[in-house]
């Protein structure tokens, strides 16, 4: 059996992008080896994360925002930023890494507004972390 492909996704809070795409490339494959973390890690899981992927079908609600230091001496094969770049400062990965991605995103946590408005916003940047984590999955990894 040849080696799992290593992932990491990277972001500041993994509390709601991260979280989403680790969640998506594991139902995409569950042969992958796929965590998330964050340069400054939230205290949970953002619930309206949760709630926008249990519509999909997806359980994160296990899930810990992780901080990326506790993944420096492992090697992944892609390390993946999802952050908006405009809006934030992206973390960097100083560990081993073969490809380095950046796939950004909104913050969904960033919407303001009504609550309707607010869920929206989640579907809206969960559906697009769908869209572009399955583009990089079938282009990079499914062979």
Same mark, same amino acid.
């Given at each position: 059996m040849?080696?799992?492909i ?6 500041t ?12 490339l594991?139902?995409? %494959? ?7 973390a964050g /340069?400054?890690?939230? %205290? ?6 949760v ?9 994160i609600s ?7 230091? %506790?993944?420096i001496?492992?090697?992944f094969?892609?390390v993946? /930023? ?6 934030e ?10 490809h380095?991605?950046h796939i ?14 607010i869920?929206s916003e989640?579907r809206?940047?969960?559906d697009?972390?769908e ?6 999955y079938? /282009?990079?990894?499914?062979?």
């Amino acid at each position: 059996m040849k080696d799992k492909i290593k992932i990491l996704v990277l972001c500041t809070g993994n509390s709601c992008r991260s979280q989403m795409a680790e969640g998506f490339l594991k139902s995409f %494959d569950n042969n992958l080896y796929v965590v998330s973390a964050g /340069t400054n890690p939230s %205290d949970k899981v953002h619930p309206k994360a949760v709630e926008v992927m249990k519509e999909k079908g997806i359980d994160i609600s296990s899930g810990k925002p992780k901080n990326v230091n %506790d993944f420096i001496n492992e090697s992944f094969d892609y390390v993946i /930023t999802v952050c908006d770049g405009a809006k934030e400062v992206c973390p960097v990965f100083a560990g081993d890494v073969k490809h380095r991605l950046h796939i950004g995103f909104d913050d969904p946590a960033e919407a303001k507004g009504s609550e309707e408005f607010i869920l929206s916003e989640f579907r809206r940047i969960r559906d697009e972390i769908e869209r572009d984590f399955k583009k990089f999955y079938e /282009t990079n990894i499914k062979k």
